[in-house]
T-cell receptor, first 115, second 113 residues
């Protein structure tokens, strides 16, 4: 079975550029999560969706960050404009709707470097 | 609010020795508890999880964890560590279905020969 698929896996961009990270959750999962991992702050929840609807975006750092989930099989996390402090690993994760609905499955991450 | 504390930032154990990684949580009800492992440059892999029932849960790679409600703990153990176990380990807690996973800061495990 395909897991959570993220793209790009690695991206290096210049400060001020727009960055778009993409995620395809596991088919049939109804919850989707975006996390950010840095050395200083560890793993932080940025936002999560239930049935394509954003439920909690309190972890989104500032207005430069936005996330969308136009359908059950796709989500984007956009940073515009990007800054060096946004350099981190961004993980997408999804969770199923059945009894196992409390297990979250992670993608391999998108490694972002802003120079 | 939910929170997770992993008191040990870095632990070094000898290959073949036993391992215990500590995890304490704060949650108003019975939590769902998880341990994930992350190898360098990789994503997070689920080691084991506790939802209910038997408080001693078995996971992959020979790991186990014990839920102790009275101590608000969910410590991870392995009887004999292998060099390939060197990685970062994260304890996490969440509530009902559809809620998010809250992670601890992680414990880095080094294995010496």
């Amino acid at each position: 079975d395909a897991g959570v698929i993220q793209s790009p896996r690695h991206e290096v961009t210049e400060m001020g550029q727009e960055v778009t990270l993409r995620c395809k959750p596991i088919s049939g999962h109804n919850s989707l999560f975006w996390y950010r991992q840095t050395m200083m702050r560890g793993l932080e929840l940025l936002i999560y969706f239930n049935n394509n609807v954003p439920i909690d975006d309190s972890g989104m750092p500032e207005d430069r960050f936005s996330a969308k989930m136009p359908n059950a099989s796709f989500s984007t996390l956009k940073i515009q404009p990007s800054e060096p402090r946004d350099s981190a690993v961004y993980f997408c994760a999804s969770s199923p709707r059945d009894w196992d609905g409390n297990t979250i499955y992670f993608g391999e991450g998108s490694w972002l470097t802003v120079v | 609010a939910q929170s997770v504390t992993q008191p040990d930032i870095h632990i070094t154990v000898s290959e073949g020795a036993s391992l215990e990684l500590r995890c304490n949580y704060s949650y108003g009800a019975t939590p769902y508890l998880f341990w994930y492992v992350q190898s360098p440059g990789q994503g997070l892999q689920l080691l084991l999880k506790y939802f209910s029932g038997d408080t001693l849960v078995q996971g992959i790679k020979g790991f186990e964890a014990e839920f102790k409600r009275s101590q608000s703990s969910f410590n991870l153990r392995k009887p004999s560590v292998h060099w390939s176990d060197a990685a970062e380990y994260f304890c996490a807690v969440k509530g009902q279905a559809g809620t998010a996973l809250i992670f601890g800061k992680g414990t880095t495990l080094s294995v010496s020969s």
